[in-house]
C-alpha cells in the first residue's frame, strides 16, 4: 500500500480539471431531479480537491482538519439529523484523505467529522498503522464523542481502504450498532488483500514472512494484518469481523469498489454479504460511470462516488450521477 501511495506523490502536479460527461448511469432510477447535486462555483473542491494536492499539504499540516470537518459547534439540522463521521486509511490521514468529499458535504448541510487515528509509525502523517483492533477502539471513541457533543440519536459512517472495515467493525462488534444509521465504505478491505499479487509472489519467493515481520517491527501492523495470510489464520482483526456474518441487523451496508483497485485485489474483496436484517448494496463504480478510472488511491476524490453518497445519506433527494471523466491516482472533486 505505500508504494502506491509514494507513487501518487509524484503525480503532485498532474490535479485532474475534468470535464462532465452526460453519460446515462446503469444504476439512476428513472425520475431522478435532471439537476447535478455538485454546484459549480462554490468553495467545494477550491483548495486541495484531489488527494495529491491534500497529501502534500497534510505532510507540512498533518493535524490540519478536512475542509467544512471538525466543527464541534455544529448542530444536525432536521434534514440531515445525523452527523457524518469520516475514518480514513491506512498511511493516510483525515487531511489527505476527506478534504474534497468534506467540503461537498459541509455544503450540503452536514456536521462532519474526520478522525485521525492509529499512528505507531512516528511520522506525524501517516496514520492508520498501529493494530487494528486497537484502532477500532480509538475510531469508536470518536464517534462517541461526536454523539455526545451533537446530541444526535445516530451518526453516519463513512470510510476508505481500511477505515471501510474500521467502521464496520466499531459498528458489528463494540456497541453502536444502534447508533448507527448507514455504513459507507469506499474501496474497503472487507477482507484481507493480495495487493496485486505481491503477498503472493512473496510466498513463492519465500519473503512474505520476512516482509510481515519488517512491518511489525517498525510499528505499522495494520499493514500486516490486512495481508493475505493464507493459509494461514486471518488477523484477529478478521476473524472477529467476519467469523460470525458480516453484518448487523437494523444498518444498512454500502460498498463503493473500483475494478482497478491496486491495494484491496481482487476488488471484489470489498463486497460483503447481508445477513438477516441488514441491508447491503456493493456498487462498482464504472458500472455507473464506464469513464470514472479511479483506482483505490482517487476513489475518494471522485465526483460520482460523492454523488453516489450524497444520494445515500439522503434518500428523499436523489439525483443522477452524471458520470464526470475521473484520472487515477489524482482525482478530483473540484468543478470547472
Known amino acids: 500500500m505505500r508504494f502506491f501511495r509514494m507513487a501518487a506523490i509524484a503525480v503532485v502536479a498532474a490535479a485532474s480539471f475534468l470535464i462532465p460527461q452526460t453519460v446515462a448511469s446503469a444504476a439512476t432510477p428513472s425520475g431522478l431531479l435532471p439537476t447535478l447535486a455538485l454546484p459549480r462555483n462554490v468553495a467545494i473542491g477550491g483548495t486541495d480537491a484531489s488527494f495529491p494536492e491534500a497529501l502534500v499539504t497534510s505532510m507540512s499540516s498533518p493535524a490540519k482538519n478536512p475542509s467544512g470537518a471538525n466543527d464541534w459547534a455544529c448542530k444536525p439540522s432536521t434534514a440531515h439529523p445525523y452527523p457524518v463521521v469520516l475514518v480514513h486509511g491506512t498511511w493516510e490521514n483525515a487531511y489527505d484523505n476527506w478534504n474534497g468529499l468534506s467540503q461537498i458535504l459541509k455544503y450540503y448541510g ?18 492508520g498503522t498501529g493494530d487494528m483492533v486497537a484502532a477500532a ?38 456497541g453502536l450498532a444502534s447508533k448507527v444509521d448507514q455504513v459507507i465504505a469506499i474501496s474497503p478491505s472487507n477482507h484481507p488483500t493480495t495487493l496485486s499479487g505481491i503477498t503472493t509472489l512473496g510466498k513463492q519467493l519465500k519473503l512474505f514472512g520476512v516482509a510481515m515481520d519488517v512491518l511489525n517491527a517498525v510499528q505499522m501492523p495494520a ?8 493459509p494461514k489464520p486471518q488477523a484477529p482483526f478478521y476473524q472477529n469481523l467476519n467469523g460470525k456474518g458480516e453484518t448487523v441487523s437494523g444498518v444498512s451496508y454500502t460498498n463503493i469498489l473500483t475494478k482497478y483497485d491496486e491495494v484491496v485485489t481482487p476488488y471484489t474483496l470489498g463486497a460483503i454479504t447481508a ?62
Open 137 to 174: 477502539n480509538e475510531v469508536a471513541t470518536f464517534v462517541n464523542k461526536v454523539l455526545t457533543t451533537t446530541k444526535a440519536a445516530k451518526v453516519d459512517l463513512i470510510g476508505h481502504s481500511q477505515g471501510g472495515a474500521q467502521i464496520r467493525y466499531v459498528t458489528n462488534l463494540l
Open 110 to 127: 452536514y456536521c462532519v467529522f474526520a478522525v485521525n487515528y492509529g499512528n505507531t509509525s512516528g511520522i506525524p502523517f501517516l496514520n
Open 275 to 336: 445477513g438477516a436484517g441488514a441491508k447491503v448494496d456493493n456498487i462498482v463504480i464504472q458500472s455507473v460511470c464506464p469513464i470514472d478510472l479511479s483506482e483505490h488511491l482517487s476513489m475518494s476524490y471522485s465526483k460520482n462516488v460523492a454523488q453516489i453518497i450524497l444520494n445515500k445519506l439522503d434518500p428523499k433527494d436523489q439525483r443522477p450521477v452524471l458520470c464526470y471523466a475521473q484520472a487515477p491516482l489524482t482525482g478530483s472533486t473540484r468543478l470547472i
Open 223 to 230: 499493514a500486516a494484518q490486512q495481508a493475505d495470510q493464507s
